[in-house]
């Protein structure tokens, strides 16, 4: 089943609680949350007290995404706040597996993410232990980029390996995920997709999720 997880990097912090009602009744399952340290990416976002407003007003679950480096730090702090699935960047972590094992630990979803120059192969090794893996479709650190194509390469060799390897673990797509894009990225094989700008761009949340899931579904056959 293909999910969309708004992302509030693009909502309207001053009505955050407002915007992520809207996108829950358009058809989100998940709230995907941004974590950016100005040092992994060129940009400073929000941190644990964010996700603990967050957990009041949603029972959503809490889709973190750590763009920072030593995640092993936050991670408790994450999980104190409501966090329910936690990533960290294959290219952040200087022990992957640890790190993984840390967040699962803190009884959290643990997934990983790559950027869109790094390989899927690096991580069969770990594929095993992860909920979800995330395909960077921008370089990230803003949102509102342009989709990068050879993305779509990338989900399908992941949608190969989770077949060969017998696997359930998601994939997720993160970066330029929009009406002309949602089609590709749900064909070559995502089910997770996050969109930001998508959603909350237009000033009309709710409406905008429930187009954009139509638009996955439907390619996606369901």
């Known amino acids: 089943m293909v999910e969309l997880l708004p992302s509030i990097l ?7 609680a407002d915007e992520v009602a809207a996108a829950e009744r358009g058809g989100g399952t998940a709230i995907h949350v941004d974590i950016m340290d100005g040092h992994f990416v060129p940009n400073i976002t929000i941190g644990p007290p964010v996700v603990k407003s967050l ?3 949603t029972k959503l679950p809490l889709d973190c995404h750590l763009m920072i480096e030593n995640a092993d730090e936050f991670i408790p702090a994450f999980a104190d706040a409501g966090a329910n699935w936690v990533s960290v960047h294959y290219e952040a972590c200087r022990h992957l597996h640890r790190s993984l094992e840390l967040i699962a630990h803190h009884g959290m979803q643990p997934g990983v993410v790559i950027n869109p120059a790094t390989r899927v192969n690096l991580l069969v090794d770990i594929l095993p232990m992860v909920h979800h893996v995330l395909i960077m479709s921008v370089n990230p650190g803003f949102g509102g980029q342009s989709f990068i194509p050879f993305a779509l390469d990338k989900i399908r060799h992941l949608a190969e390996l989770r077949r060969e390897m017998g696997l359930a673990f998601r994939i997720e797509v993160d970066g330029g ?3 002309d894009t949602v089609a590709q990225v ?8 996050v969109a ?3 959603v909350f761009g237009g000033g009309q949340p709710e ?4 187009a954009l899931l139509k638009a996955a579904r439907d390619a996606a056959g369901e």
């Open 207 to 210: 409406q905008d999720a429930r």
């Open 177 to 179: 995920v929009a009406h």
């Open 196 to 198: 930001g700008n998508a």
């Open 186 to 193: 749900v064909k070559a094989g995502a089910d997770l997709l």
């Open 55 to 57: 957990r009041k007003v």
């Open 10 to 16: 693009s909502a309207d912090f001053a009505r955050l």
